[in-house]
């Protein structure tokens, strides 16, 4: 198997994690833009970091095929190890899908005939097109994010820079929109944050198809995750800064933003470089998630043919064509709504993964870490703590939909783990 180098693994982490500022357009009128930008600071201090910092030692530590879902499973054992495996593929089906669909929706930008089942069409399409690039393999999905985040950053670079000659109004103004319920303020601009900043540890999955994991992947950190914040934090405060109208945020509206600070050609280079975030991020999804089902498959929860591997390419290619025709009939267009349910999962696999961190270095502490969690005990509190806190909230104060669904499919976890462990004893 072919292994994916530095430079492009570094941008397959990017496109997982971010892919570009697209999609937290809604944070500025549920939150306020005030409190929009506090929280592309603060937010990662309480779960990107520790998350990354989790991600590093372990990914050192423990360098294999299935990451995260490896080291729940030898910190925690059997049960919990599948919770993770099973959230996290569960939570790709919200996402896959959503990015289709918006790749699709800003087609119709330039093709307004392209509805009903032509919209869906297309969406297809494009998930069938990312599947067969993930089965060609990560050399391939690494070549294929530089080219589309290079893309993306490239308006993006010059939006902020024309952005900021036009600085006429105060960008944390005002900081919570007036009159808004407090579910709606805290709780679903909360989950676009969180979502915002998650993946960090997703990557560690496909470990075993990377150069040199125990030195690439805390480099790949420590590049991605400040570009990260500055993707989100940057162009967001100039926009506001230069044109004052918080009100009018909507999906999508960059381009808009783009459009009226640099006129026409702007606003089409921003459009394009929305339409590919989506192919991007679904992309890395794709890489990232696939090789859940086909390392569970390994450990007997699922059927062997899902982690058969390509005769030329090595990759999981039945686990990859499942998952793509699961996105695209799970294609929906609610994607606020579905963020929010796929915030509960995430929680799962971030809590149980940063609590690895704990349970190995008790149970594993002469286990060999090229990188370690730094400032010692108070490190390890840290990285464990600010997620656990940041969960709290973030469901204490979730929104009535996705209190009402988001346990369902945290709950099925458990449900399948019995029901699979009682096919792998009766096989």
Excluded at 234 to 263: E, V
């Amino acid at each position: 198997m072919r292994k994916a180098a530095l430079l492009p693994f570094v941008f397959v982490m990017y496109a997982y994690a971010t892919g570009g500022p697209f999609g937290l357009e809604d944070m500025v009128t549920t939150s306020g833009p005030g409190l929009t930008l506090l929280y592309h600071l603060f937010i990662p201090l309480f779960w990107c970091i520790p998350v990354s910092l989790v991600a590093a030692e372990l990914t050192t530590a423990i360098p294999v095929e299935g990451g995260f879902y490896r080291w729940v499973r030898a910190a925690f054992g059997d049960f919990w190890g599948f919770q993770a495996g099973w959230w996290n593929w569960s939570a790709s089906f919200l996402l896959g899908g959503t990015y289709a669909v918006l790749t699709a929706d800003y087609l119709t930008f330039f093709f307004p005939g392209l509805v009903g089942w032509k919209h869906y069409a297309i969406a297809v399409v494009v998930i069938a097109l990312i599947g067969y690039i993930n089965v060609r393999g990560i050399q391939m999905v690494g070549a294929v994010a530089t080219v589309l985040e290079i893309s993306i950053l490239l308006p993006i670079v010059a939006l902020c820079g024309i952005a900021a000659t036009k600085w006429h109004h105060n960008p944390f103004s005002p900081l919570v929109p007036p009159h808004v319920p407090p579910f709606q303020v805290f709780g679903v601009g909360l989950a676009l944050g969180l979502w915002l900043y998650s993946g960090y540890e997703q990557v560690s999955s496909v470990a075993e198809e990377v150069q040199n994991p125990q030195r690439n992947y805390p480099i790949a950190l420590t590049i991605v995750v400040p570009l990260s914040i500055a993707t989100y934090f940057l162009p967001t405060m100039f926009s506001l800064a230069a044109l004052g109208d918080w009100q009018k945020w909507h999906t999508g509206y960059f381009s808009d933003a783009a459009r009226l600070i640099g006129g026409p050609w702007l606003g089409f280079a921003m459009t394009i470089a929305a339409m590919i975030t989506n192919l991007s991020l679904l992309n890395a999804t794709v890489l990232t998630s696939t090789r859940m089902p086909s390392t569970m498959a390994d450990d007997g929860y699922f059927p062997s043919a899902f982690s058969s591997r390509h005769p030329r390419y090595g990759t999981p290619w039945i686990a990859i064509i499942a998952s793509s025709i699961i996105y695209a009939l799970l294609a929906q267009k609610t994607m606020v709504q579905l963020l929010t349910v796929y915030v509960w999962l995430r929680i799962g696999v971030t809590v149980l993964t940063v609590l690895s961190s704990w349970r190995l270095r008790k149970t594993q502490p002469d286990l060999a870490r090229p990188f370690r969690i730094p400032w010692g005990r108070a490190g390890l509190l840290y990285v464990i703590v600010a997620p656990l806190v940041m969960s709290v909230v973030a469901l204490v104060g979730s929104d009535p939909f996705a209190r009402k669904w988001g346990p369902f499919p945290v709950l099925l976890g458990p449900v399948m783990y019995f029901v699979l462990r009682r096919g792998k004893l009766a096989a």
